[in-house]
């Protein structure tokens, strides 16, 4: 499809929900043999399967808060986004929370508190966290405004929601940006859509808070453009190993050791490669390969796929996959409402 097409935006939000549920198999795992993943993703063939059985985690359950709070207030909402969040967690604790955010969103359920974004700035000795919590479920802001600054902005604070540290939400920021360019088509010009992407970041992490956490955490001066400049390095490399991805960008549960992560995955995997089957499309292979870093399999795969969904479209989808993911059908359809929202903003409604 055209830039922002409806197809291109089914593709992001039904391919974010897939990641999470295939990659759930694998996470915290140090090592995945690629025979492990292939088996894995097989078995969704399988038609005594399906319907749901592989179920969401807190990845999907959060990104699913932030839809239906973007499209019932028909714009961002942090109040109403805070309320969702606390409501879904007290509904389902069991997605697999990180252990430190569960205090937040207890915080946020609150009927007395006056400041939604207090809970967060509380974190981790008044720092706040440095998660990928944020980016995991920041893609749904890219499919709700068409303007880059709103992208920016909303994705930003919606994060900040229980992620105060600019670690942290900036790499919400990043992931929604990633996700915006891919719907206008941007990964036909891979090398153009990373320099857009450092170009960005750069005016991003040049603010005084971006420039105090790094110092803090001793990381470098613009950590997520240094980071970008190595994804932009691999590209350029003919091979690339799994140990050499996981060292230079990392597989972690840190918003900077996984986003980054995230966008070379659906970089490396736009031609084909000998290890993955050729049968495999590029949102197959993208979400077999962050399978195969290991570490935080589920929100990784989850970010990857959000971004190459975005790219692909909804066509490229397994049908199969759909049918084995809980909440996959759901996506689509608030995908075609977003479509709208999105669409009647562009038109200055
Ligand atoms: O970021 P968050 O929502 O966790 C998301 C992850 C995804 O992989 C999900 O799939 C799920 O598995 O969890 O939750 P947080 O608790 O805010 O952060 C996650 C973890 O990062 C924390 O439990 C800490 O281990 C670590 N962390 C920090 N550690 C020290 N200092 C985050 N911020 C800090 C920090 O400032
Ligand atoms: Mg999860
Ligand atoms: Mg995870």
């Known amino acids: 499809g055209g830039p922002a097409s409806l197809s291109r935006f089914r593709g992001a939000l039904v391919a974010a929900v897939l990641g999470d549920c295939v990659g759930g198999e694998f996470e915290g795992a140090e090592e995945v043999p690629m025979e492990s993943v292939l088996q894995h993703l097989n078995s969704l063939d399988d038609e005594t399967k399906g319907n ?72 981790f000795n008044g720092r706040g966290s440095f998660g990928n919590g944020g980016a995991m479920r920041a893609a749904p802001f890219a499919l709700a405004f068409p303007d880059p600054a709103d992208v920016k902005r909303f994705a930003r604070l919606g994060a900040m929601l229980t992620h105060s540290c600019s670690l942290g939400y900036n ?24 320099s857009r992407l450092i170009t960005e970041m750069e005016e991003v992490e040049s603010n005084e808070a971006a420039r105090n956490d790094a110092r803090i955490l001793k990381e470098a001066e613009k950590p997520f453009c240094e980071r970008l400049h190595r994804v932009r390095d691999l ?52 979400i077999a390969y962050s399978l195969a870093l290991g570490g ?37 359809i608030n995908a075609e409402r977003l479509h709208m929202l999105y669409h009647q903003s562009s038109q200055g409604g």
Not at 91 to 114: E, F, M, N, T, W
Not at 178 to 193: E, I, K, T
Not at 310 to 322: C, D, L, R, V
């Open 52 to 123: 749901g059985i592989l179920e969401y985690s807190d990845d999907t359950a959060m990104a699913r808060c932030v839809v239906q709070s973007l499209l019932t207030r028909a714009g961002f909402d942090e109040r109403d986004m805070a309320h969702r969040f606390a409501k879904e967690y007290s509904a389902s604790p069991g997605r697999g929370y990180g252990s430190g955010v569960i205090q937040v969103l207890k915080k946020l359920s609150s009927p007395q508190l006056s400041d939604v974004y207090q809970p967060a700035r509380d974190q």
């Open 171 to 194: 790499g919400a920021v990043l992931q929604a940006l990633a996700v915006h360019l891919s719907l206008q088509g941007a990964l036909d010009l891979p090398q153009q859509f990373i």
């Open 235 to 286: 590209m350029d490399r003919s091979k690339v190993s799994i140990e050499e991805v996981i060292s230079e960008l990392g597989n972690g549960i840190a918003a900077l050791h996984s986003v980054p992560t995230a966008i070379f995955c659906v970089l490396h995997c736009l031609q084909p490669w000998e290890c993955l089957p050729e049968n495999y499309g590029g949102l197959e292979r993208t």
């Open 296 to 332: 935080d399999t589920d929100t990784i795969a989850c970010m990857a796929a959000a971004i190459a969904g975005a790219h692909y479209g909804i066509e490229a989808i397994p049908q199969s996959w759909i049918r084995c993911c809980e909440g996959a059908e759901d996506a689509d």
